[in-house]
T-cell receptor, first 114, second 110 residues
Framework: GAVVSQHPSRVICKSGTSVKIECRSL??????MFWYRQFPKQSLMLMAT?????????EQGVEKDKFLINHASLTLSTLTVTSAHPEDSSFYIC??????????FGPGTRLTVL | KNEVEQSPQNLTAQEGEFITINCSYS?????LHWLQQHPGGGIVSLFM???GKKKHGRLIATINIQEKHSSLHITASHPRDSAVYIC????????????FGKGTKLSVKP
């Protein structure tokens, strides 16, 4: 299966700043990557589907201008949280589906906005 | 939209016990994942199955498509099995993202 890395693993930032999270597929060319978010004691929720070479597809309620996704290559998708606020504090995790739609997850990024 | 229900929400077991976690979903699916999430947050895919039964070491997953139900079994449980186990179904209406259950927090005591 795909090996997926994410960077950074943990970030603390001040309110109003922007934070970029990288998701890399190390051994599989990923035309699609998924970005999920998990608030404490809740289940993971899909934020957006990242598509290589085209615009991301956002889930209802997720602001595309706040959560910028760029999928410029088959191995890298980035999620930028712009003008972060404390309510954006969460665990962000990406996944890469293989040819059979089995999902392989990155280790996640824990974002804390002060 | 598919609703994924897991039970129990929390489970405490003694080392060596046989454990069963259940998952049911509301709409027919093409595949179901069982995932393991450790306290640090990292998620590991244990199984993806669309029919029947799969076994890997002490873990067994079964699925009944007609009843829209799946179970994850752990034989001879060990404290290192302590984690959150998540059932997730493939969303057939999209590009293949998952819809997740709320998870079952398992704690195995020595």
């Amino acid at each position: 299966g795909a090996v997926v890395s994410q960077h950074p693993s943990r970030v603390i930032c001040k309110s109003g700043t922007s934070v970029k999270i990288e998701c890399r597929s190390l051994d599989f060319q990923a035309t699609t990557m998924f970005w999920y978010r998990q608030f404490p004691k809740q289940s993971l929720m899909l934020m957006a589907t990242s598509n290589e070479g085209s615009k991301a597809t956002y889930e209802q309620g997720v602001e595309k201008d706040k959560f910028l996704i760029n999928h410029a290559s088959l191995t890298l998708s980035t999620l930028t949280v712009t003008s972060a606020h404390p309510e954006d504090s969460s665990f962000y995790i990406c996944s890469v589906p293989d040819w059979y739609n089995e999902q392989f997850f990155g280790p996640g990024t824990r974002l804390t906005v002060l | 939209k598919n609703e994924v229900e897991q039970s129990p929400q929390n489970l405490t077991a003694q080392e060596g016990e046989f454990i069963t976690i259940n998952c049911s979903y509301s709409v027919g699916i093409s595949a179901l994942h069982w995932l393991q999430q450790h306290p640090g947050g990292g998620i590991v895919s244990l199984f993806m199955l669309s029919s029947g039964k799969k076994k890997h070491g002490r873990l067994i997953a079964t699925i009944n498509i007609q009843e829209k139900h799946s179970s994850l079994h752990i034989t001879a449980s060990h404290p290192r099995d302590s984690a959150v186990y998540i059932c997730a179904v493939l969303d057939g209406g999209s590009q293949g993202n998952l819809i997740f259950g709320k998870g079952t927090k398992l704690s195995v005591k020595p």
